[in-house]
């Protein structure tokens, strides 16, 4: 389909490479990117990086409103669609509806909000606009504590503690980032941290955010006058949801991204897709994820492309002067190997799945061709060569 | 004011002015040039803003940064010794005039 009208709904940096794909891959049909936050589509990345030391605002967006012009995308900033009709193949806003040929849901995700007494008196760091809330509040000297010990709240416990504010962190689970990484990377940021000065409580949740800070599971009052909530995000859903499409983790979507309805797609932060290497459904909150699910979803709409979506991930998070990138995805229990030169090997079932490292690019690359290439490396292959991924 | 002059593929000159701290690659962006991607936001996640800078150029501009070059071999488009990723440029007064040529494609 190279003309007809497609609809995205979620103007996040997903959104705005699926509309730049689908021009790119030559459609000339009206494409119309709708976002529930005010202004240009911005990068969310640096927010928990350098837009809390800089605060300059307007490096972060993506592309400038006359690139919208220039391309002809209509640009609805600060909307929110109420509602999908399937059947008359419509988005609701209010009272308007707009018809749709293909409908692309880059809707993201939104911050987990647990059940904790008080919480209301935690920030967020999410949307630009709570980073400038949060970079306001750094002017002066600060006891921050910060709930969870995942990458947001490490980046931004690393930005403030650099910046000279007293920092703690809360962590449920007895190590850090242990989601998204081996034991032995948590053990090297724990390091870091600390060697920051920052306090960590790990293994140890918050029972109540306190006018004068936080308590503990095991009873530890952690004092400051400045709580940041970074415990991890849920799928926005909803909207498919109620339209009656299958949601598990995210919207549930096939090998091409397409959801069970063959018009409507998802993308990024919002999917649960089909992984390549293994066929488990998994759900990625990475820029890595939304522009190449992007791309692809572009090529299916324009060219009826039905190459199963395959993209090696990759993730990264800077944290003082550690940059940790991520090739592959690991599940928490894959067993590690850890090299030489730092770098983690993560290992399911005998096959590699993840590489970690830290300020390493090289090795990085290395493991992001292996495991695009065509066969899954086993550990035993890679061990016939002393884990030197370049032989392997 | 720094004067940097994007050449497209198709040999299409644009000149644009920045300020010192910008890099080449925010600067294109900013303005809307399409052969530059920036999609890591200049984090040294990608190579989606390859250019190969003019070569009266190439000392002003100096060597490559540590791990542009591991990021540069997955460049969509030939890597020559001219090549560099454009948000490892940050401008400066000296690079008034700079000469940027971009490449077919970043992805």
């Known amino acids: ?392 | 004011m720094v004067k940097v002059t994007y050449v497209a593929h198709d040999g299409t000159r644009t000149e644009l002015h920045g300020d010192p701290g910008d890099s080449v690659m925010s600067l294109a962006i900013a303005q809307g040039i399409d052969g530059i991607v920036g999609e890591c936001g200049g984090s040294m996640m990608c190579a989606t803003c390859h250019c190969y800078v003019e070569e009266d150029w190439a000392e002003a501009t100096g060597p490559r940064m540590d791990g542009e070059e591991d990021m540069l071999e997955s460049a969509a488009c030939e890597v020559t010794e001219r090549s560099r990723l454009s948000c490892q440029i940050k401008l400066t007064e000296a690079h008034d005039g700079l000469v940027v040529h971009l490449p077919e494609e970043q992805v």
């Open chain 1, 1 to 392: 389909m190279s003309g007809g009208h497609v609809v995205i709904v979620g103007a996040g940096q997903g959104g705005l490479q699926a509309a730049m794909s689908l021009r790119q891959e030559g459609h000339e049909g009206q494409i119309t990117l709708i976002g529930g936050e005010p202004g240009l589509p911005y990068q969310r990345p640096p927010l928990s990086k350098a837009y809390l030391k800089t605060g300059e605002a307007d490096k972060l967006a993506l592309r400038p409103a006359s690139f919208f012009e220039s391309k002809a995308i209509t640009l609805r900033p600060g909307i929110w669609v109420d509602a999908i009709d399937r059947a008359a193949q419509q988005v609701r806003i209010g009272s308007e509806t707009l018809d749709y040929d293909a409908l692309i849901l880059a809707t993201g995700t939104r911050n987990l909000r647990p059940p904790i007494p008080g919480l209301e008196r935690a920030l967020d760091l999410r949307t630009l606009e709570d980073a400038r809330t949060l970079r306001a509040a750094l002017d002066q000297p600060r006891r921050i504590a910060v709930i969870g010990g995942g990458f947001i709240g490490l980046e931004f416990a690393a930005v403030a503690a650099g910046l000279g504010h007293n920092v703690s962190v809360a962590e449920v689970a007895p190590r850090l980032m242990a989601r998204a990484v081996s034991p032995e990377m948590s053990e090297r940021f724990r390091s870091l941290h600390e060697g920051l000065g920052t306090e960590l409580h790990l293994g140890n949740g918050v029972s109540e955010v306190t006018e004068s800070g936080l308590l503990l599971a095991d009873g530890t009052e952690v004092t400051a006058d400045l709580v940041l909530l970074a415990a991890g995000v849920r799928p926005n859903v909803e909207l498919a949801q109620e339209a009656g499409l299958e949601v598990d983790n995210g919207i549930v979507v096939g090998t091409t991204l397409r959801t069970a309805d063959p018009q409507i797609f998802a993308l990024g932060d919002c999917a649960a897709f089909p992984e390549a290497t293994s066929g488990r459904r998994v759900r990625l909150e990475s820029v890595q994820a939304a522009t190449d699910h992007a791309r692809c979803i572009a090529k299916a709409i324009v060219k009826g492309e039905t190459t199963p979506y395959a993209a090696v991930p990759w993730f990264w998070s800077d944290q003082h002067e550690l940059k940790l990138q991520i090739a592959g995805l690991a599940d928490p229990s894959d067993e590690s190997v850890g090299l030489e030169g730092g770098a983690v090997l993560r290992f399911r079932g005998g096959c590699l799945t993840a590489v970690e490292t830290i300020n390493d690019a090289r090795t990085h690359m290395q493991a992001r061709r292996l495991l695009g290439g065509g066969a899954v490396p086993t550990r035993d292959s890679l061990l016939e060569k002393n884990y030197d991924l370049t032989a392997a």
